[in-house]
T-cell receptor, first 113, second 109 residues
Framework: KQEVTQIPAALSVPEGENLVLNCSFT??????LQWFRQDPGKGLTSLLL?????REQTSGRLNASLDKSSGRSTLYIAASQPGDSATYLC????????????FGKGTKLSVIP | SQTIHQWPATLVQPVGSPLSLECTVE??????LYWYRQAAGRGLQLLFY??????ISSEVPQNLSASRPQDRQFILSSKKLLLSDSGFYLC????????FGSGTRLTVV
């Protein structure tokens, strides 16, 4: 069974800081990995999708990297803003004989103005 | 791009009552469809997925069932709700990237 761990569980930073969110997964036989954000009481918004053959993806101030062999992904957020406050979820697809997404419990980010 | 419609947004139901949550998809045909549940303080749990009309796979044995009567329609049901069915239910479509609906907050009282 694929297991996903996200560290830290919660993070509070002042506005303007650069930050890194970490994700590790136990089975490296994945098809891709997706990062999502979830605002309180809302659904999930896809941020970045990295295919297993890729090392990183960028969208605006967000950059996600993937080291498949070591079972790690990081989400880098540059120049954080209060609007970035949300829970960030990492979800590798595949591994341990499954085609499905497996989610971590997320990192709750608070950006203080 | 795909759009997932879910309703209702919020639902309060008594124990023992039936449940029907509906999800419809726009912008794609023959999508893989998924039902997830997010319980308070816990991660997202996959409940059901479907690769086509009438094809349902269950990931977790429970008090719920799912059906896919049309290509872009996915329904989550229960005949008798339990307190433990409370949670945030999300419908999703994929792949390669997954798109999620806005969710239904179900409280069983």
């Amino acid at each position: 069974k694929q297991e996903v761990t996200q560290i830290p569980a919660a993070l509070s930073v002042p506005e303007g800081e650069n930050l890194v969110l970490n994700c590790s997964f136990t089975d490296s036989a994945i098809y891709n990995l997706q990062w999502f954000r979830q605002d309180p009481g809302k659904g999930l918004t896809s941020l970045l999708l990295i295919q297993s053959s890729q090392r990183e993806q960028t969208s605006g101030r967000l950059n996600a990297s993937l080291d498949k062999s070591s079972g790690r992904s990081t989400l880098y957020i540059a120049a954080s803003q209060p609007g970035d406050s949300a829970t960030y979820l990492c979800a590798p697809r595949g591994g341990a004989g499954s085609y499905q997404l497996t989610f971590g419990k997320g990192t709750k980010l608070s950006v203080i103005p | 791009s795909q759009t997932i419609h879910q309703w209702p947004a919020t639902l309060v139901q008594p124990v023992g009552s039936p449940l029907s949550l509906e999800c419809t998809v726009e912008g794609t045909s023959n999508p893989n469809l998924y039902w997830y549940r997010q319980a308070a303080g816990r991660g997202l749990q996959l409940l059901f997925y479907s690769v086509g009309i009438g094809q349902i796979s269950s990931e977790v044995p429970q008090n719920l069932s799912a059906s896919r009567p049309q290509d872009r329609q996915f329904i989550l049901s229960s005949k008798k709700l339990l307190l433990s069915d409370s949670g945030f239910y999300l419908c999703a479509s994929g792949a390669p990237g997954y798109t999620f609906g806005s969710g239904t907050r179900l409280t069983v009282v």
